[in-house]
């Protein structure tokens, strides 16, 4: 295994070993490699050049970053019982954090709880998808087709996620 000699995990100053080492899909574009991780615990990945090469024979550079790990009472949780007739079309959820990046989605066609755990404290916000086409995303209207948009509905205000904190919403859709 080629990698086990180019990318070396510290913390503290000592080397860890990693157990497993995979790709997330079959043209090996993102590569995983798994070792314990301990909470409060500050860390350094070093990547050593020429580790990893690109469809276009270009090899990397030097790479080191550092990360910590965030204790678990860090995060928030929340658990969201969405009350809503069920449909004949299917809805796609959406849990979108404050810069407007999705964090989790989800397909429902009826009432369901949702649990969303290790939540980094913030404002987010909810929005269910009526997907009429069945396509798995919000698709625009067509002016000239004289088609509307696919409706959407937003939980009303934010969501607000505090450090060691769980929060409880009970969201009814009509």
């Not at 991780?37 to 020429?50: E, I, K, N």
């Not at 696919?150 to 919403?169: A, Q």
Request: overall charge positive; some cysteine; hydrophobic content about 35%.
């Amino acid at each position: 295994e080629i990698f086990a000699f180019g990318i070396v995990a510290l913390k503290l100053k000592q080397k860890i070993n990693y157990t497993n080492t995979t790709y997330s899909d079959k043209v090996n574009r993102n590569f995983f490699f798994q070792f314990p991780l301990q909470q409060d615990s500050g860390y350094r990945l070093f990547v050593l050049p020429g580790v990893f090469t690109d469809i276009f024979g270009l090899k990397n550079d030097t790479i080191k970053t550092d990360f910590k790990i965030q204790e678990e009472k860090y995060y928030g949780t929340l658990k969201i019982n969405l009350k809503m007739q069920k449909t004949k079309t299917q809805c796609i959820v959406q849990f979108i954090n404050e810069k407007g990046l999705m964090v989790e989605e989800d397909t429902i066609s009826d009432a369901k709880t949702f649990n969303y755990s290790y939540l980094y404290p913030g404002k987010y916000k909810m929005k269910i998808v009526y997907d009429t086409n069945g396509d798995g995303k919000w698709t625009t209207g067509n002016y000239a087709a004289h088609l509307q948009p696919e409706k959407t509905i937003c939980y009303p205000g934010e969501i607000n996620i505090r450090s060691n904190w769980d929060l409880d919403l009970e969201w009814k859709v009509e």
